[in-house]
């Protein structure tokens, strides 16, 4: 398990998944360095998270796997807080 802060050289920081993504918990913010994605690639996986046209916008830039694991990841916290509020 990684820590929040120490990362190898590219590999996102917590303070920067915290900076792209706004207050996030500890585990999500393990979850998204386990998948080795740089800060560009959460930025991407964010931006199609808020993009209303996703399959438009993935057929003219398609997600790299790292990028699609940090996706999922949010895609699965966001499906899990939706539940919870209805």
């Known amino acids: 398990m990684n820590s929040i802060e120490h990362q190898p050289n590219g590999t996102v920081t917590g303070h920067d998944i915290r900076h792209v993504l706004g207050p996030i918990n500890d585990d999500l913010i393990i979850a998204i360095q386990d998948t080795g994605a740089t800060r560009d690639e959460v930025l991407q996986a964010h931006a199609w998270l808020d993009d209303e046209d996703y399959m438009g916008t993935m057929m003219q830039r ?6 699609r694991a940090v996706y999922d990841i949010l895609r699965e916290d966001l499906d899990r807080m939706d539940r919870y509020e209805h």
Do not use: K
């Not at 398609?62 to 990028?67: E, G, K, L, Q, T």
């Open 62 to 67: 398609p997600m790299n796997h790292r990028a």
